[in-house]
């Protein structure tokens, strides 16, 4: 997987700046902030969703596996 490095994003930013201008690359720095905070909220839910369901499920099989023993 390729590797963005500083020289790359100085690049992006610098032509950021020349095509939105100076007023309105704030605005859109607040606006991918904002964008990108809702994404990791979103994963990390998802994560989350996806732990609890294993963690109910090694419950049940520890369950199975007790009343089998008995």
């Known amino acids: 997987m390729p ?3 500083w020289f790359e994003i100085l690049i ?3 032509i950021a ?3 939105l201008g100076p ?3 704030p605005i859109m720095l607040k606006k991918v902030g904002s964008w990108i ?3 990791k909220k979103y994963v990390n839910n998802i ?3 996806v ?3 294993d963690l109910e499920d090694n419950k049940i ?3 199975e596996e007790k009343k089998d023993e008995s």
């Open 3 to 5: 590797t963005i490095g």
């Open 12 to 14: 992006i930013v610098a």
């Open 17 to 19: 700046i020349v095509v």
């Open 23 to 25: 007023k309105d690359f």
């Open 37 to 39: 905070g809702s994404a």
């Open 47 to 49: 994560q989350n969703e």
């Open 51 to 53: 732990s609890n369901i």
């Open 61 to 63: 099989e520890k369950k």
